[in-house]
């Protein structure tokens, strides 16, 4: 069975500052990996995903997750935090060869303020 | 184009009555997710759907949950004899093809609450 661990429930930063949000999954098998955002009263949407080749994948506003398989790790991170920047953030991965459903992590609340 | 849509946005109903979540997803996407988050959680996966049949329903938590897709398209996810642990979020979510790899678009989910 795979299991996705987010260490920080809620994350504040300050404007313009650095931010990184953890992610550590458990499987025995091959997974995809996926960072989903959920911004205040919308649905989530995908971020940026992990499916093969290198293993440093960005997203078009700046994020960017390295897939590290010796730690079994997905962390997001941005240089640069906007105050748009603050949602709710998931990590999820799927199994390899699956039908695709998501087993995702608790979410981590990111709050950026000026 | 239209995103997954979900209705109601918000659901309040009595313990033991019956109610039923409705999913329509993006025009043209065969495979269909059904997803449960309680207060504090990530989303939890109940049932999937490839075309008109339930592929994969390991997730649904017990008999009185159930779901239906019977053209392929809209899908209704039905739950009998509602309990207060029930309540929570239900995400619905479409992909143009079933597979590990897809890109999931989730609807703005429906909030059940029971009383």
């Known amino acids: 069975a795979q299991s996705v661990t987010q260490l920080d429930s809620q994350v504040p930063v300050f404007e313009e500052a650095p931010v990184e949000l953890r992610c550590n999954y458990s499987s025995s098998v091959s997974v995809y990996l996926f960072w989903y955002v959920q911004y205040p009263n919308q649905g989530l949407q995908l971020l940026l995903k992990y499916l093969s080749g290198s293993t440093l994948v960005e997203s078009i506003n700046g994020f960017e997750a390295e897939f590290n398989k010796s730690q079994t790790s997905f962390h997001l991170r941005k240089p640069s935090v906007h105050i748009s920047d603050t949602a709710e953030y998931f990590c999820?991965?799927?199994?390899?060869?699956?039908?695709?459903?998501?087993?995702f992590g608790k979410g981590t609340k990111l709050s950026v303020k000026p | 184009g239209a995103g997954v849509s979900q209705t109601p946005s918000n659901k309040v109903t009595e313990k033991g009555k019956y109610v039923e979540l409705r999913c329509d997803p993006i025009?043209?996407?065969?495979?269909l997710y059904w997803y449960r988050q309680s207060l504090g959680q990530g989303p939890e996966f109940l049932i999937y759907?490839?075309?008109?049949?339930?592929?994969?329903d390991s997730g649904l938590p017990n008999d009185r949950f159930f779901a239906v897709r019977p053209e392929g398209s809209v899908s209704t996810l039905k739950i009998q004899r509602t309990e207060r642990g029930d309540s929570a979020v239900y995400l619905c979510a479409s992909s143009i093809r079933q597979g590990g790899s897809r890109e999931q678009f989730f609807g703005p989910g429906t909030r059940l609450t029971v009383l």
């Open positions: 759907f490839q075309g008109t049949g339930a592929a994969d």
């Open positions: 999820a991965v799927s199994k390899r060869g699956s039908q695709g459903n998501l087993i």
């Open positions: 025009s043209g996407h065969t495979a």
